[in-house]
């Protein structure tokens, strides 16, 4: 399931495929099996307004949890650039040679940062990880040593720096892992089979029209790709573009 709701265009086709099958179960089999008979046709009706307002409901909140999670990606992403610019200018504070150290070694870590939100590649997303822990660790490693060697104020700003530019891509990649719960999918894709099913049923045999039958699981399957695609940081076509990131690194290399 993880695997279809990273890929909204595959979601999609699925989706309209189940739901039009839902659709013409309840057109084709339920209607002539069991027809509604005139004196339920207005218990039928609200049953099945009941049912396409939870639908509607469900879509409606689990789409605000993914432009939540959206915004708050695109909001980390932001903090993350300031924190390394600020931490590259604290490096300035560093006397000796460590000081150049370290702001290359931010150049090196900006650079696999801008490549972890670009990239669609697991695989290179494992290398980018590794790349970025080993930076990191030289990183810290170094203005510890600063630290140790001159305890003082100023070293100190430059550590909680450091600490700050760690801390925030931890944030980011936890935001990045925050996704809307399989429980949510299953439960708005089981409660719009219903809805489709409902609606094929209802139709009425002498004045259905096939196009306005489909229009229903065409909507709901829309919606639903699109809240995979909000919610997919990597799959969909809605991305979060680090252009904060970018404005640095133009900043660092002009």
Not at 109 to 117: F, G, P
Not at 130 to 137: G, K, L, Q, S, V
Not at 139 to 161: D, Q, S
Request: a neutral charge; aromatic letters at 6%.
């Amino acid at each position: 399931m993880n695997e279809i709701i990273r890929h909204p265009a595959v979601l999609f086709v699925l989706l309209l495929v189940l739901l039009a099958i839902a659709t013409a179960i309840g057109a084709l089999v339920l209607r002539r099996i069991r027809p509604i008979r005139a004196d339920g046709r207005d218990d039928f009706n609200i049953t099945q307004g009941a049912t396409l307002t939870l639908l509607a409901l469900l879509i409606g909140f689990t789409l605000s949890m993914a432009v939540g999670r959206y915004d708050q990606r695109k909001n980390l992403e932001e903090e993350e650039a300031n924190a390394i610019g600020t931490e590259y200018l604290r490096a300035e504070l560093i006397e000796g040679a460590d000081a150049d150290k370290v702001k290359a070694l931010l150049v090196r870590y900006l650079d696999q940062r801008l490549l972890y939100y670009q990239t669609r590649d697991r695989e290179q997303l494992r290398a980018i990880s590794t790349a970025t822990a080993a930076i990191e660790d030289e990183m810290w490693r170094t203005v510890r040593g600063v630290a140790r060697e001159k305890p003082n104020p100023i070293t100190a700003l430059v550590v909680a720096g450091m600490n700050d530019v760690i801390n925030s891509q931890g944030y980011a990649e936890a935001a990045w892992l925050n996704r809307i719960p399989i429980a949510a999918w299953c439960l708005m894709i089981i409660i719009a089979f219903f809805s489709t099913l409902m609606q094929g049923y209802a139709a009425r045999a002498e004045t259905s029209n096939v196009f306005l039958l489909f229009i229903l699981p065409v909507t709901v399957s829309l919606s639903l790709s699109l809240i995979a695609d909000v919610d997919s940081p990597r799959g969909g076509l809605i991305r979060v573009t680090p252009q904060n990131l970018m404005s640095l690194k133009a900043s660092l290399h002009p």
